[in-house]
């Protein structure tokens, strides 16, 4: 049975990754309607959430590599992974806007803007 600290410790890796995929959705969102500016803006609020996420999977990892072997966990392995997910898909859609970025610039300059 997981202790009750390593599951609340689980419980806020999973809960600041969820904030952090719900601010690149609306950085995605917002590069879907061109708005550079807000998708940036979204993408850094996300970068403060996985940070969150990433200081309890920090202390999760510590514990183990202290000697502490930690009992198996359903619910730390879903925040473990859910954490990386979600840092992929932050990591694609700041390409997404970069790339979307070159383009407009480069359209715009054809256009002669």
């Excluded at 590069?31 to 999977?57: C, M, N, P, S, W």
Aim: aromatic share 4%.
């Amino acid at each position: 049975m997981i202790s009750q600290e390593r599951a609340e410790g689980a419980m806020q890796i999973i809960l600041h990754a969820g904030d952090a995929r719900l601010r690149t959705t609306e950085a995605l969102r917002a590069l879907a309607g061109f708005d550079f500016q807000a998708a940036r803006e979204a993408l850094v609020e996300a970068k403060k959430e996985i940070t969150e996420a990433h200081t309890y999977q920090t202390v999760e990892l510590q514990r183990e590599a202290e000697g502490n072997d930690p009992e198996f966990s359903v619910l730390v392995v879903h925040a473990q992974d859910t954490c990386m997910t979600v840092y992929s898909e932050m990591t694609l859609a700041e390409h997404l806007i970069e790339i979307a970025e070159s383009i407009d610039s480069r359209l715009k300059a054809l256009e002669g803007k």
